[in-house]
């Protein structure tokens, strides 16, 4: 399930495992993972999802929904997605001000 370049890939391959075993918790045990977080991810996920659904057009829902069964993972495309969102919180200007010191 390890994939040398991210965590994010290799938690992403983890679930993507997990679905494919239907999500049981005995897959969960014979590979050592937490079941209740893996259900967790999946709640977060499908939240996620609906929002997606809501807040697109109509012609573009279907695309979403199949797009997101997780069956092929396109590295390169999940690395710039989480880039962007990880963007607006990876720093803050705190701004420069001689009183407070380092």
Not at 61 to 75: F, I, L, Y
Not at 83 to 97: M, P, Q, T, V, Y
Request: charged residues 25%; positive net charge.
């Amino acid at each position: 399930y390890f994939i040398l370049d991210s965590d994010h890939l290799s938690l992403l391959n983890i679930f993507n495992s997990w679905q494919l075993a239907r999500c049981t918790k005995e897959w969960c045990q014979r590979h050592f993972f937490q079941f209740r977080s893996l259900v967790k991810a999946r709640e977060v996920r499908a939240q996620l999802l609906e929002i997606c659904q809501r807040c697109l057009p109509a012609k573009d829902r279907e695309a979403v929904t199949s797009r997101s069964s997780g069956a092929t993972m396109h590295p390169k495309v999940i690395r710039k997605a989480i880039c962007a969102g990880f963007f607006f919180n990876a720093a803050r200007f705190k701004g420069f001000d001689s009183s407070q010191g380092p």
